[in-house]
């Protein structure tokens, strides 16, 4: 066994495979860049090395640099976990090169499945069924218009030598072609360098299917079963499950073969994965193998008990395989449900800031590698956790899942936390009725706007908040519940997306709330006009120049789930408030809640459940809310790099059409016309770096 392994890459991965090492008595070594000079990776290991600056380029994908680092520690193997130098067999034959040892298959394999094209052609030879497409090395738009007719539209566009959904495009007809077939090429270039596109059948309700796979590289090939991986958003999985549901015994067993099949025939070297379409029929189609760790292997070892990092490590020390299959064994069912920093409400955005608040549940297995204080910046994937939970049964397994997401509280940026909640407990999930399209298909129940919730934990924290001391301690706000407190207060309270404006007045014999949500509206949508709040400041000790609402008249509220308007829905409440460790418990009328309150922004997070509100005062949002930008422009909705023009000053445009792309968490983001109109002024040019919330476009509505 390896006396001191290197780890090239940072994070969970990082983290999760300095564990294994040291249960093992192996050294390792972190290398990190200057974002990541003090993340949990760096103290997880027991030597760290400095390798650039914070663009990966410069960092981890320097492959001379994560040599050097070796030399100098004395290193004799590199770990490459997921994503960066993994899946590169110009990096494994610099480390042969060298005399050192990569722990993954050899660079002959890499180079074999690492690009989509040539791995389908030699499984076609190797007689594992795939999907209809084309692979050729004429990648000229003509060349793809004819084949794709062949196809059959929709088809779906890969970047070759692609991974992780970057240069993952679909034409559903052949007006779309051109721009999502030079989009994909784009991606495969700035994320792999490289920017050959093969084209497949896109099958709509198709099933992702995986198998784990672990070789000796002499020949032997052992199956550890199959991971579901459909439901996913920007083809990027973000709920994982092992075993798959609702798949017959047949099935299963042609999964499991068609994963070894692929393994032994490219001689397999430690661990990877055999990704499958299946049509939900009799349909399983070989759709790509990743020659790596998937970030989703924790669900495996769940069900089989098996540490396959260990594996990893005992296969590339030359100790090959001393399991054999029939030692292989399938124990309940796990899921893991990937916490990233990202806005489901706006396109799964990534969301870019300081974790001013990070709670996660810790047990029985959470994989992490940040932590509170740390910045989520545009330069890494957003992930923050794998949230993994077993169970005897499915539904024991996704109950307790369900039980973890409870306990996540994340403020100083947006996360995914309510959302794959709500996903965990959608009941077609829960019957295991579940595809790629799944999202898409549900975005009714899974986006739906909670009117009742809204109400309950905008009461809340109009609560809460009642005091609205100066104190940057949220847990002030807890201090001296008194009926002499202000008449009247005012807050600007976010459910879901969706403003709502909450009045409390505090009365003899307790508190009345006031839901407003087309005021809050009216308010939001209000963007050139100076400052929709007027009104009289709020009274009474603590309140900074709290206002009171008014609506602009002759502005059409938006088309939000409707809440009571002032007058119509006043709420009465008996209200209450106790510390109990680091929560709150809430008790209004009859009803008792667990809440927890975090500083978000320039305002608070309140978290009740699953589910948060943000509240802020009138006066803090001011600003934002009365002349953020010009009506009409259009913004960056993150930090990025502006990399294309599609559009002129003066061009009309209909809506839809797309006027800017930028990149940024190595994925491409358009920018769209809102509705018909002019493009007045294009505020970037292409290579520009721009900051959240630039002025990129200003748009003028058609006549």
Request: proline share 5%; with cysteine.
């Amino acid at each position: 066994m390896f006396k001191k392994i290197l780890i090239a890459n940072r994070g969970e991965i990082a983290v999760r495979v300095s564990r294994t090492a040291r249960r093992m008595g192996v050294a390792t070594v972190a290398v990190y860049s200057d974002a990541d000079a003090k993340a949990p990776h760096v103290r997880a290991c027991d030597e760290a090395v400095r390798i650039g600056t914070a663009p990966p380029a410069d960092s981890y994908l320097k492959i001379e640099r994560i040599i050097d680092a070796m030399k100098r520690t004395g290193a004799e193997a590199v770990h490459p976990g997921y994503g960066f130098l993994s899946e590169n067999e110009r990096f494994a034959d610099a480390l042969e090169a060298e005399g050192l040892v990569f722990i993954g298959p050899t660079a002959k394999t890499i180079r074999a499945m690492g690009s989509k094209s040539a791995a389908k052609d030699l499984m076609e030879k190797a007689g594992v069924p795939t999907t209809p497409g084309y692979q050729g090395k004429d990648q000229s738009l003509e060349t793809f218009r004819r084949e794709c007719a062949a196809i059959g539209y929709p088809v779906l566009l890969k970047a070759t030598a692609g991974g992780g959904g970057k240069g993952m495009k679909i034409a559903l007809r052949e007006a779309d072609l051109a721009e999502q077939l030079a989009s994909a090429q784009r991606e495969g270039k700035n994320s792999f360098g490289d920017d050959r596109v093969l084209a497949e059948k896109y099958i709509p309700r198709a099933r992702h299917l995986e198998v784990q796979i672990v070789g000796d590289g002499e020949g032997k090939v052992l199956h550890f079963f199959e991971r579901d991986c459909s439901v996913q958003r920007r083809h990027q999985k973000i709920i994982e499950e092992a075993p798959a549901p609702r798949l017959s015994e047949s099935v299963r067993r042609r999964l499991h073969a068609i994963g070894v099949e692929a393994g032994k025939a490219v001689d397999y070297r430690g661990s990877g994965t055999v990704e499958c379409l299946y049509d939900g029929h009799d349909g399983v189609y070989f759709m790509e193998m990743n020659t790596r760790l998937q970030v989703e292997h924790p669900v495996t070892e769940e069900i089989t008990g098996v540490d396959l990092v260990e594996l990893q490590l005992r296969v590339a020390a030359g100790e090959g395989l001393a399991l054999d299959q029939k030692d292989i064994r399938e124990q309940g069912h796990a899921f893991e449900a990937r916490l990233y920093a990202e806005n489901p409400d706006n396109n799964f955005a990534p969301s870019i800031g300081t974790l001013t608040t990070l709670r996660l549940p810790s047990e029985p297995r959470t994989d992490s590698g940040v932590e509170e204080g740390q910045a989520i910046t545009p330069f890494y994937d957003p992930m923050i956790a794998k949230i993994i939970r077993h169970g005897n049964t499915r539904e024991e397994a996704l109950a307790r899942l369900r039980a973890a997401l409870n306990e996540v509280r994340v403020a100083g940026l947006e996360t995914n936390a309510r959302f794959l909640h709500r996903l965990a407990s959608d009941q077609d999930f829960i019957a295991g009725d579940v595809s790629t399209r799944y999202i898409a298909e549900h975005e009714e129940t899974l986006f739906a706007k909670r009117t009742d919730e809204t109400q309950v934990i905008a009461a809340a924290l109009a609560n809460l908040a009642l005091n609205a001391p100066a104190s940057p301690d949220p847990w002030a706000a807890l201090k001296g519940f008194r009926l002499n407190k202000p008449a009247k207060c005012v807050f600007w309270v976010t459910v879901g997306g969706e403003p709502a404006i909450a009045r409390v007045f505090a009365k003899d014999d307790g508190y009345e709330v006031e839901i407003d949500a087309h005021a809050a509206a009216a308010g939001r949508r209000k963007r050139a006009d100076s400052s929709p709040l007027s009104g009289k400041a709020g009274e009474g000790p603590g309140v900074r120049g709290s206002q009171e609402a008014g609506v602009r008249s002759g502005h059409t509220p938006s088309p939000l789930t409707p809440l009571p308007q002032a007058g119509e829905g006043n709420r009465k409440f008996r209200f209450s408030a106790e510390r109990v460790g680091k929560d709150i418990r809430l008790t209004m009328n009859d009803e008792t809640f667990l809440a927890a309150v975090a500083l978000h922004g320039a305002g608070k997070r309140v978290f009740i459940g699953a589910e948060h509100a943000d509240i802020q005062h009138p006066d803090v949002l001011s600003g934002a809310m009365g002349g953020h930008s010009a009506e009409g422009s259009l913004s960056a909705p993150m930090p990025g790099v502006v990399t294309l023009i599609k559009a002129k000053p003066g061009e009309r445009v209909a809506a839809g059409a797309v006027l800017l792309v930028m990149e940024a968490m190595k994925m491409e983001h358009a920018i769209k016309a809102p509705h018909d109109g002019v493009v007045k002024a294009f505020r970037a040019k292409a290579g520009d770096q721009v900051k959240d919330g630039a002025l990129l476009v200003e748009f003028e509505e058609a006549l």
